[in-house]
């Protein structure tokens, strides 16, 4: 465990495409957002930010007991990239680098995430992203020197130009898994298969 890098789970969305809070649907017998922050916490330990915004009380609760911390950012609605800019916001002074999961990626285990962390040179100019399906995103390490463009993101817009912009050294770690999120009852069908496999 790396104390200065902090894993922030975003999980604050609506799901409108989901039908209901797919955080808190379930896979193999836990909430999906739970299984991401635990994922989280077993790399971070206490470093690790859960980021609510819609149905933020039963959110946080499906996370009860787990190490770390939990925010709301109030602008959900706006986006992912409100999320991200919020979680920059909170982040402890003495953080060096963080690390951005979605809620809706429940293949990403521990291992890759302990991946990303090694293969983090320490670097100021150095991203760690996941690659899967011929693309770079998420889970992705940004150090420091990304802090400031991250707290502006706003709308839908992720990070992703950071990945592509020519300043950043970019690492990559293979994870098919991180392919499958859920955006719909079938994706959550799909991948509690692949789960339980």
């Known amino acids: 465990m790396t ?9 604050a969305g609506r799901s409108s495409r989901f039908g209901s809070t797919k955080q808190l649907a379930d896979i193999d017998g836990s909430p999906m957002v739970r299984r991401a922050v635990r994922t989280a916490t077993r790399v971070c330990g206490a470093h690790a930010l859960l980021v ?6 039963a959110v946080a609760l499906a996370c009860a007991g787990l190490p770390g911390f939990v925010t709301v950012n109030e602008d959900y609605q706006r986006g992912l990239g409100s999320s991200i800019a ?3 916001r909170v982040l402890p002074s003495q953080s060096s680098a963080i690390l951005v999961m ?3 990626q429940p293949l990403i285990g521990e291992g890759h995430l302990q991946a990303i962390v090694a293969g983090w040179s320490g670097a100021n100019d150095e991203i760690v992203a996941t690659s899967y399906a011929g693309t770079r995103g998420t889970p992705v390490l940004f150090p420091r020197a990304c802090f400031a463009e ?10 992703r130009h950071l990945i592509e912009d020519d300043r ?3 690492s990559v770690i293979g994870c098919e898994g991180a392919a499958l999120d859920v955006d ?4 959550l069908t799909q991948i509690s298969r692949s789960a339980r496999s």
């Open 150 to 159: 991250l707290a502006t993101l706003d709308g839908d817009r992720g990070a």
């Open 184 to 187: 719909t009852p079938a994706d």
């Open 52 to 57: 609510t915004g819609h149905d933020r009380t």
């Open 102 to 104: 979605l809620a809706d």
């Open 168 to 170: 950043y050294k970019v």
């Open 3 to 11: 104390p200065s890098i902090f894993a922030a789970v975003l999980a």
């Open 86 to 88: 919020h979680a920059i």
